[in-house]
């Protein structure tokens, strides 16, 4: 008998009708011989109608009141789940994050699972039924509240029980056919992936691709998990998230190509800090009162000008838009001691990223990327690379244009256009 965890993402359950559907999937796991588990995320677009009335009540809401209502979204849907299966003559238990042992940090709105004890589903279980278990919640010991794990946080906490059941297979069910090398919401020729290493995940994800939770493949890789993203309408095959270190899933072949996919996001913002004397341990003062602010510094770029008569350097980084103006402020606060001459601030940027392992032993990468940019007018504001990553800041409105036309440039297309089932992109 082999034990499979099994998520199911919100538009995989936004209605009665996908709500039995999904029930019957489980029953036939279950009828084919398996253990189940599943990690259900909030019907539809819950989660986000829940924030939007939230914002009507008030602009800023107290965090743990935040976490308290998101986690009624998983409540709902875990329990008509459950019913689902009931109905169609199985048994099934559903558990919200707290009774399934998802234990984690007190930092609402991102708390990190700091263990995992599910003593209950592992109970269930071996009186023979399917545990149901809320995705994106937890509960912090310390301070006795409920947590959420970050948006798209249920694809951690199915990734977290599967390591802790020691799960045979972790199935990710969305409303695609799996990873693809863009999101194809945006380009329509994304092709799927038969499999990806969960390095080039881990990059697609912290670069923006929605797919999976950047959690989740960081949790996964770590525990040696593999995962299985595949469509909960669709009967196909997949897409493997592996790590080769620990061999490759049964029936896959490699194919490696040089790049995995583009992804992107437009959730930073650029803050320039002009004129900035160019002299030692300066930036050093500029992204200690960054860091005070607890912002997440992603690109930097500095060049000294040779232009001045006294040398001065540009520094532009990039923070999550969020963050933005706490950093500004906090800057503005330390001219005088930093002797800068201004600072700029840019939100309408937006960052691309084309990921591939092959990066490594592939010259001229960079190369055509750039060039593909630039003859079709998109202009590159800020580069940074990982050794398998490049990422540009281009404008917001160029976001959906890049992608398509590095797609192309890189040879990603498909013959056939991508089948969305179902979702909003929300
Ligand atoms: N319902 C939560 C969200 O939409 C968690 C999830 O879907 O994974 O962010
Ligand atoms: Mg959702």
């Given at each position: 008998?082999?034990?499979?965890?099994?998520?199911?993402?919100?538009?995989?359950?936004?209605?009665?009708?996908?709500?039995?559907?999904?029930?019957?999937?489980?029953?036939?796991?279950?009828?084919?011989?398996?253990?189940?588990?599943?990690?259900?995320s909030?019907?539809?677009d819950?989660?986000?109608?829940?924030?939007?009335?939230?914002?009507?009540?008030?602009?800023?809401?107290d965090?743990?009141?935040l976490?308290?209502?998101l986690?009624?979204?998983?409540?709902?849907?875990?329990?008509?789940?459950?019913?689902?299966?009931k109905?169609?003559?199985?048994?099934?238990v559903?558990?919200?994050?707290s009774?399934?042992?998802?234990?984690?940090?007190?930092?609402?709105?991102?708390?990190?699972?700091?263990s995992?004890?599910?003593?209950?589903?592992?109970?269930?279980?071996?009186?023979?039924?399917?545990a149901?278990?809320?995705?994106?919640q937890?509960?912090n010991?310390?301070?006795?509240?409920?947590?959420?794990?970050?948006?798209?946080?249920?694809?951690?906490t199915?990734?977290?029980?599967?390591?802790?059941?020691?799960?045979?297979?972790?199935?990710?069910?969305?409303?695609?056919?799996?990873?693809?090398?863009a999101?194809?919401?945006?380009?329509?020729?994304?092709?799927?992936?038969d499999?990806?290493?969960s390095?080039?995940?881990l990059e697609?994800?912290?670069?923006?691709?929605?797919?999976?939770?950047?959690?989740?493949v960081?949790?996964?890789?770590?525990?040696g998990?593999?995962?299985?993203?595949?469509?909960?309408?669709?009967?196909?095959?997949?897409?493997?998230?592996?790590?080769?270190?620990?061999?490759?899933?049964?029936g896959?072949?490699?194919?490696e190509?040089?790049?995995?996919?583009?992804?992107?996001?437009?959730?930073d913002?650029?803050i320039?800090?002009?004129?900035?004397?160019?002299?030692?341990?300066?930036?050093?003062?500029?992204?200690?009162?960054?860091?005070?602010?607890n912002?997440?510094?992603d690109?930097?770029?500095?060049n000294?000008?040779?232009?001045?008569?006294?040398?001065?350097?540009?520094?532009?980084?990039?923070?999550p838009?969020e963050?933005?103006?706490?950093?500004?402020?906090?800057?503005?606060?330390?001219?005088?001691?930093?002797?800068?001459?201004?600072?700029?601030?840019?939100?309408?940027?937006a960052?691309?990223?084309l990921?591939?392992?092959?990066m490594?032993?592939n010259?001229?990468?960079?190369?055509?990327?750039?060039?593909?940019?630039y003859?079709?007018?998109?202009?590159?504001?800020?580069?940074?690379?990982?050794?398998?990553r490049?990422?540009?800041?281009?404008?917001?409105?160029?976001?959906?244009?890049?992608?398509?036309?590095?797609?192309?440039a890189?040879?990603?297309?498909?013959?056939?256009?991508?089948?969305?089932?179902?979702?909003?992109?929300?």
């Amino acid at each position: 008998m082999a034990l499979v965890v099994q998520k199911f993402g919100g538009s995989s359950v936004a209605d009665a009708e996908s709500i039995k559907r999904v029930a019957k999937r489980i029953v036939d796991t279950r009828r084919a011989g398996n253990d189940v588990v599943v990690a259900v995320s909030a019907m539809g677009d819950t989660t986000d109608e829940l924030l939007d009335l939230a914002n009507e009540v008030t602009p800023i809401q107290d965090p743990r009141e935040l976490d308290m209502l998101l986690t009624a979204g998983e409540r709902i849907s875990m329990a008509l789940l459950a019913m689902a299966i009931k109905a169609q003559g199985l048994n099934a238990v559903s558990f919200t994050g707290s009774q399934a042992g998802m234990l984690t940090d007190g930092k609402y709105g991102a708390a990190k699972i700091v263990s995992v004890t599910p003593g209950r589903v592992q109970k269930a279980l071996e009186q023979g039924a399917i545990a149901i278990v809320a995705g994106f919640q937890g509960f912090n010991q310390g301070t006795g509240d409920v947590t959420t794990l970050g948006r798209g946080g249920s694809d951690t906490t199915a990734v977290a029980l599967a390591a802790a059941l020691k799960a045979d297979v972790c199935e990710i069910y969305t409303d695609v056919d799996g990873v693809f090398t863009a999101d194809p919401r945006v380009v329509p020729l994304a092709r799927k992936l038969d499999a990806i290493t969960s390095e080039e995940m881990l990059e697609l994800a912290a670069a923006g691709a929605k797919v999976l939770h950047l959690r989740a493949v960081e949790f996964a890789r770590r525990h040696g998990v593999t995962l299985h993203v595949r469509s909960s309408f669709a009967g196909h095959q997949g897409t493997f998230v592996y790590d080769p270190e620990q061999g490759i899933p049964e029936g896959i072949t490699m194919e490696e190509p040089i790049i995995a996919g583009v992804a992107a996001e437009k959730n930073d913002a650029k803050i320039t800090v002009v004129g900035v004397p160019d002299a030692p341990g300066l930036a050093a003062q500029i992204f200690t009162i960054v860091a005070k602010t607890n912002a997440n510094v992603d690109m930097i770029v500095q060049n000294v000008s040779h232009a001045a008569e006294v040398p001065r350097t540009d520094i532009s980084f990039t923070v999550p838009v969020e963050q933005g103006r706490t950093v500004v402020n906090a800057l503005q606060a330390e001219q005088e001691t930093l002797g800068f001459e201004a600072l700029q601030y840019d939100d309408q940027i937006a960052k691309i990223a084309l990921v591939g392992a092959g990066m490594r032993t592939n010259s001229g990468v960079s190369a055509k990327l750039f060039k593909a940019l630039y003859e079709a007018g998109i202009n590159i504001e800020m580069i940074s690379t990982s050794e398998i990553r490049i990422s540009v800041v281009t404008r917001a409105d160029m976001l959906e244009e890049a992608q398509r036309v590095l797609h192309t440039a890189f040879g990603l297309d498909a013959e056939e256009e991508a089948t969305v089932y179902a979702g909003t992109g929300r």
